[in-house]
């Protein structure tokens, strides 16, 4: 709406529109303060990163001591499985009480009394292959465990990945927020100065305190969302709420093709668990029908001391040789239940894989949308930021009101919030699809293991 002014009037107007142009505040220097990246003016030694961030969860986290341990049982296994085709040695002894007998012959052949000390040693000959099989068997279960602790920290990763973005992201949204609670102050003052000289109607100044008292009640949520992200952070690593983070600096691509991201695969953890899980339960096959073939032993006895008829005879020894002949057919069923074992492990790691594969499409197209909105938002943004000048600057003239400042001083504020939301879903949905594609898998379990 054009107005009308009195000669007078118009120099007034004319001497205020000066005041306000060469007023000191600087508009996009206030928001450019607000986009610096979160913390940037803080990093000092204290601060910490995100790969130190990580290597506290691991020391902190149950589920990666879980892990750790089960790790543990499994090789503690593989060793009894090794153990099993050694010779064992086992010192036995007795004391043998009955009654006494006239008879001489009985006296010497089985005396009353008894006394015997022997050392025995046992060395499985053949077992039918199955101490092999299930030798190597032990072994790929124990590397298959190792490889799901991995997945399991792969896991922790992403989940104190997202933790640190947000709270970057919301303490970006905070200076943000204060920037431009700074924008709202000296709006407010100009047209308070404005009113007491009856340039501009109360109105106008209630309107803008207003937005301001609700921009008040987003930083208190906004202050809301940042206490409950530095308090899963403390959940996680055990660090102080008040740990400064450094900003991440990720080079982002999504020019590389999806199937630049597929041909990593099977560096998962979870796919590699699955590979030696399938073969593992291959070995279980081969032990189970090892079961139809004839087992050999050998035992030989050192007497220390014994009694009987055969007490001048200083050790023994026997070669032992059994043949199933039939076993009621249970041997034949646990050969049919391990060539299940096995199928199911095949099918569980095709899944897997697949699985794998739709998760690397999905965020890769997801990357892809992201870093085009971001793009998109970059030129909003940039737009909302020169319509908000060339409207303050109008709004000097007499030619737009104060609810035209208004707004678009609000979108502004939206799309540069709106801007560094999307900027951090991007460094998000990277961490991500090279999480899925196996990419990080080496970079975290070489963190964990300098971290234990």
């Given at each position: 709406?054009?107005?009308?002014?009195a000669?007078?009037?118009?120099?007034?107007?004319?001497?205020?529109?000066l005041?306000?142009?060469?007023?000191?505040?600087?508009?996009?220097?206030?928001?450019?303060?607000?986009?610096?990246?979160?913390?940037?003016?803080?990093?000092?030694?204290?601060?910490?990163s995100?790969?130190?961030?990580?290597?506290?969860?691991?020391?902190?986290?149950?589920?990666a001591?879980?892990?750790?341990?089960?790790?543990?049982?499994?090789?503690?296994?593989?060793?009894?499985?090794?153990?099993?085709?050694?010779?064992?040695?086992?010192?036995?002894?007795?004391?043998?009480?009955?009654?006494?007998?006239?008879?001489?012959?009985?006296?010497?052949?089985?005396?009353?009394?008894?006394?015997?000390?022997?050392?025995?040693?046992?060395?499985?000959?053949?077992?039918?292959?199955?101490?092999?099989?299930?030798?190597?068997?032990?072994?790929?279960?124990?590397e298959?465990q190792?490889?799901?602790?991995?997945?399991?920290?792969?896991?922790?990763?992403?989940?104190?990945?997202?933790?640190?973005?947000?709270?970057?992201?919301?303490?970006?949204d905070?200076?943000?927020?204060?920037s431009?609670?700074?924008?709202?102050?000296?709006n407010?003052?100009e047209?308070?100065?404005?009113?007491?000289?009856?340039?501009?109607?109360?109105?106008?100044?209630?309107?803008?305190?207003?937005?301001?008292?609700?921009?008040?009640?987003?930083?208190?949520?906004?202050?809301?969302q940042?206490?409950?992200a530095?308090?899963a952070?403390?959940?996680?690593?055990?660090?102080?709420?008040?740990?400064?983070?450094?900003p991440?600096?990720?080079?982002?691509?999504?020019?590389?093709?999806?199937?630049?991201?597929?041909?990593?695969?099977?560096?998962?953890?979870?796919?590699?668990?699955?590979?030696?899980?399938?073969?593992?339960?291959?070995?279980?096959?081969?032990?189970?029908?090892?079961?139809h073939?004839?087992s050999?032993?050998l035992?030989?006895?050192?007497?220390l001391?014994?009694?009987?008829?055969s007490?001048?005879?200083?050790?023994?020894?026997?070669?032992?040789?059994?043949?199933?002949?039939?076993?009621?057919?249970?041997?034949?069923?646990?050969?049919?239940?391990?060539?299940?074992?096995?199928?199911?492990?095949?099918?569980?790691?095709?899944?897997?894989?697949?699985?794998?594969?739709?998760?690397?499409?999905?965020?890769?197209?997801?990357?892809?949308?992201?870093?085009?909105?971001v793009?998109?938002?970059?030129?909003?943004?940039?737009?909302?930021?020169?319509n908000?000048?060339?409207?303050?600057?109008?709004?000097?003239?007499?030619?737009?009101?104060?609810i035209?400042?208004?707004n678009s001083?609000?979108?502004?504020?939206?799309?540069?919030?709106?801007?560094?939301?999307?900027?951090v879903n991007?460094?998000?949905?990277l961490?991500?699809l090279?999480?899925?594609?196996?990419?990080?898998?080496?970079q975290?379990?070489?963190?964990?293991?300098?971290?234990?």
């Amino acid at each position: 709406m054009i107005r009308h002014f009195a000669p007078r009037s118009l120099v007034i107007f004319m001497g205020t529109l000066l005041l306000i142009l060469l007023s000191p505040v600087d508009i996009p220097s206030l928001f450019a303060a607000g986009n610096a990246p979160s913390a940037a003016a803080n990093v000092t030694a204290d601060t910490k990163s995100l790969d130190e961030v990580f290597a506290a969860a691991v020391q902190h986290s149950e589920i990666a001591q879980i892990q750790g341990e089960l790790e543990t049982q499994t090789l503690e296994r593989y060793k009894q499985a090794r153990g099993s085709i050694f010779p064992s040695l086992n010192l036995n002894a007795s004391y043998f009480r009955q009654e006494d007998v006239n008879s001489v012959i009985s006296r010497n052949v089985s005396p009353s009394s008894q006394t015997n000390v022997r050392l025995t040693a046992q060395q499985p000959l053949f077992r039918g292959f199955r101490e092999f099989a299930f030798l190597r068997q032990s072994r790929k279960l124990s590397e298959a465990q190792e490889q799901l602790k991995q997945q399991a920290l792969l896991q922790l990763y992403q989940e104190v990945a997202q933790n640190y973005l947000t709270i970057l992201s919301v303490e970006q949204d905070l200076k943000n927020i204060r920037s431009e609670l700074d924008l709202y102050e000296d709006n407010i003052k100009e047209l308070n100065r404005r009113v007491k000289i009856g340039r501009s109607r109360l109105n106008d100044s209630l309107t803008l305190q207003s937005a301001e008292a609700q921009l008040l009640a987003n930083q208190d949520l906004v202050r809301g969302q940042l206490k409950s992200a530095r308090q899963a952070l403390t959940y996680l690593t055990s660090f102080d709420e008040n740990t400064l983070l450094k900003p991440l600096d990720l080079t982002i691509s999504s020019k590389q093709s999806v199937e630049k991201y597929l041909s990593t695969l099977e560096n998962r953890p979870d796919i590699k668990a699955g590979v030696l899980q399938t073969e593992a339960a291959d070995e279980a096959v081969t032990g189970a029908r090892g079961a139809h073939l004839p087992s050999a032993d050998l035992t030989a006895n050192y007497y220390l001391k014994h009694s009987g008829v055969s007490a001048a005879s200083d050790w023994d020894a026997t070669l032992g040789l059994t043949l199933p002949i039939f076993a009621g057919g249970t041997i034949q069923s646990q050969v049919r239940t391990a060539i299940s074992q096995r199928r199911v492990a095949e099918l569980q790691t095709a899944s897997n894989r697949r699985l794998a594969e739709r998760d690397v499409r999905v965020f890769h197209e997801q990357l892809m949308a992201d870093e085009a909105q971001v793009e998109s938002l970059d030129r909003t943004q940039s737009l909302f930021e020169r319509n908000y000048l060339q409207t303050r600057k109008d709004y000097g003239l007499g030619l737009t009101t104060n609810i035209d400042v208004l707004n678009s001083l609000q979108s502004y504020r939206l799309s540069r919030r709106t801007l560094d939301r999307a900027r951090v879903n991007v460094q998000l949905d990277l961490i991500q699809l090279e999480i899925v594609s196996g990419k990080r898998s080496a970079q975290i379990a070489q963190a964990s293991s300098s971290s234990s």
